[in-house]
């Protein structure tokens, strides 16, 4: 099978398509033959070695994807070959013709969902769902603020808080992604400049946030941006307000702590994959209830662009410059059969 390889730390640049041996399901594992994988900024992390999880190289990246089962291990009770599913890598593996999936982590993709709104559901919107159910405990009528709101996971944020019942409002780094939130579910809107924030710059998008999410300020911020817009967004939230760490496309802030004592508010740090794996049966809840909310019409992942797998180094690269909007997937096309009906025996 076809395969993306990380061989040596570095940009999208680096990564080399090879033929390598179609993987062995282990007992409670399936493989699934990929019709897509969805690219998320830790793709742009992994390969640098800046994430937090460095996997022994070579190895595929593409943490999320979704295809058919073509083959399953000889303990596999709830999945057959020839099930279209979709589900979680640990952060490698997605982006590759075939990989192998433990039978706990796939879910059975809905009917009339395509493959690549799949591929672009669990991560992004799991991530988001936990945050903002679990961790916020966002209730109708408030205000939530929502930075990145152009990018996949910010723009999941949106769609998630106008189901919530919240007045979601969207920071975006140009009209484009604003006008793309504001569909999508943002009441009102903030552009602001994705070069540095000088001190004044700083204030000025500070007063831009109170202006728009009222004198009180935002009562949920959801952060996958951090840099120079965590401090000022930080000083714009509300009394007893909740701010959701996600991510630091912009870099890593520093923050005056004192702040946090001053609006008396909660920081929240926001792994989904701890809260996966430390609580299963209840991020199988709500991804279950994210696969209702998709049935329903009322959430459908945005995917902006496709790349084929040879070219899967451009998609990264689109994250890594901060270009992409929504969702971007690979696709494959691959001369594996749609099915090759097999049982892995122990």
Not at 261 to 275: D, S
Not at 292 to 312: D, H, M, T, V, Y
Request: with cysteine; glycine share 10%.
């Amino acid at each position: 099978m076809k395969a993306l390889l990380s061989t040596i730390p570095g940009g999208p640049d680096t990564l080399e398509l090879r033929d390598i041996p179609s993987p062995a399901p282990a007992p409670h594992e399936v493989r699934v033959k990929v019709r897509s994988c969805a690219v998320n900024y830790p793709d742009v992390l992994i390969i640098k070695d800046h994430y937090q999880d460095k996997p022994q190289r070579p190895f595929i990246p593409g943490s999320e994807m979704a295809g058919i089962v073509d083959a399953v291990g000889s303990q596999v009770k709830s999945l057959k070959v020839g099930d279209q599913v979709f589900g979680a890598t640990g952060n490698k593996g997605g982006m590759a013709e075939q990989v192998n999936i433990p039978e706990n982590d796939c879910y059975i993709i809905p009917p009339g969902l395509p493959f690549e709104e799949a591929s672009a559901l669990l991560l992004t919107y799991g991530t988001t769902y936990y945050a903002l159910k679990n961790l916020a405990q966002l209730n109708r009528g408030e205000t939530l603020l929502v930075l990145g709101a152009g990018g996949g996971v910010g723009l999941a944020a949106v769609e998630l808080g106008k189901v919530m019942g919240a007045q979601v409002v969207a920071v975006a780094s140009s009209q484009e992604k604003l006008d793309l939130a504001l569909r999508h579910g943002a009441s009102a809107g903030v552009i602001c400049s994705r070069d540095p924030l000088d001190k004044n710059a700083a204030k000025h998008f500070k007063h831009q946030l109170k202006t728009v999410c009222g004198n009180t300020g935002p009562n949920v911020i959801f952060d996958p941006v951090g840099g120079d817009y965590t401090e000022p967004a930080l000083r714009s939230i509300a009394h007893n307000g909740r701010y959701l760490v996600i991510g630091f496309t912009a870099g890593i802030p520093k923050i005056p702590f004192n702040l946090v004592l001053l609006k008396a508010c909660q920081v929240m740090g926001v792994l989904w994959g701890a809260f996966a794996s430390q609580e299963a049966q209840a991020n199988r809840n709500n991804v279950h209830e994210l696969i209702a909310l998709c049935q329903q019409g009322k959430i459908k992942p945005f995917i902006s662009e496709r790349f084929p797998l040879a070219k899967a180094d451009e998609a990264i690269s689109r994250l890594e410059k901060r270009l992409a909007m929504g969702k971007v997937v690979v696709t494959m096309e691959s001369a594996i059969p749609e099915v090759a009906i097999m049982t892995i025996e122990e």
